[in-house]
């Protein structure tokens, strides 16, 4: 059971976080706190580049997230059931802007090898969605130059609902996953929010070129649901 002085310190945690978060301002606004790099601070550069947090998604490279994000990270490379590969580097601590989150890049695997990545991959992972993990910590610097597909950001801090709504404005779609969750679609800005009553906030982010691939990727995981559901 928590000490009353426990329960007194974890609040006071989850306030000073939501406060951060909430007392922020972008550059060109008012208030007392001024930063860069907040999850809301989102510029399209065209249909094929978007700019957040230092890094042009869909063209900058894993080197030079390596060099932003300053953060241990794991790669890994998925074997799908559609027999499509993969590539994900996960930065395991990332703080930026006094902000503590994880994130995770989607990186370019068109061109790889599957026999020499399985032949330098560490022991592989059956996972929940039935994909194929293997670890390539030995590859790292081979694969620094591959471009990132998509960005997902997972803050440490609980964020409300209310306050992204503030920031991103009304989504121009939401799709609801179960009685907890749900996914509100921004189009215009290349992002996608996972709200969560239960659970973390997600927020992955992908040029406007590649949007529809990410709103399909956010149906087949709620009819998957479905599915499982109905089973």
Not at 11 to 34: A, C, E, I, K
Not at 113 to 126: A, F, Q, T
Not at 159 to 180: C, M, P, W, Y
Not at 203 to 225: G, N
Request: glycine letters at 4%; zero cysteines.
């Amino acid at each position: 059971m928590f000490k009353p002085v426990t329960l007194i310190i974890v609040l006071v945690l989850f306030l000073s976080g939501y406060w951060f978060y909430n007392s922020m301002v972008t550059p060109q606004g008012d208030g007392t706190v001024r930063v860069k790099n907040l999850p809301w601070q989102i510029t399209v550069i065209d249909d094929h580049t978007l700019h957040v947090f230092d890094l042009d998604v869909g063209k900058a490279t894993l080197g030079d997230a390596v060099n932003i994000l300053k953060s241990e990270y794991n790669l890994a490379w998925f074997e799908n059931q559609d027999d499509s590969i993969s590539l994900e580097a996960y930065f395991i601590r990332v703080s930026m802007s006094g902000l503590r989150a994880k994130v995770l890049l989607e990186l370019d695997a068109e061109g790889l090898d599957i026999d020499y990545l399985k032949k330098n991959s560490g022991k592989p992972e059956i996972q929940t969605s039935r994909t194929i993990k293997y670890p390539l910590d030995d590859l790292v610097q081979e694969l620094d130059n591959r471009v990132i597909h998509s960005l997902t950001y997972i803050p440490k801090a609980n964020v409300d609902a209310e306050l992204f709504k503030s920031r991103f404005g009304q989504a121009e779609e939401t799709i609801k996953l179960d009685k907890n969750t749900e996914f509100w679609l921004y189009p215009q800005k290349g992002l996608v929010i996972q709200i969560s009553q239960k659970g973390k906030e997600v927020l992955q982010y992908v040029p406007l070129a590649d949007f529809e691939r990410l709103r399909k990727s956010v149906q087949d995981t709620v009819e998957h649901e479905k599915k499982q559901q109905a089973e």
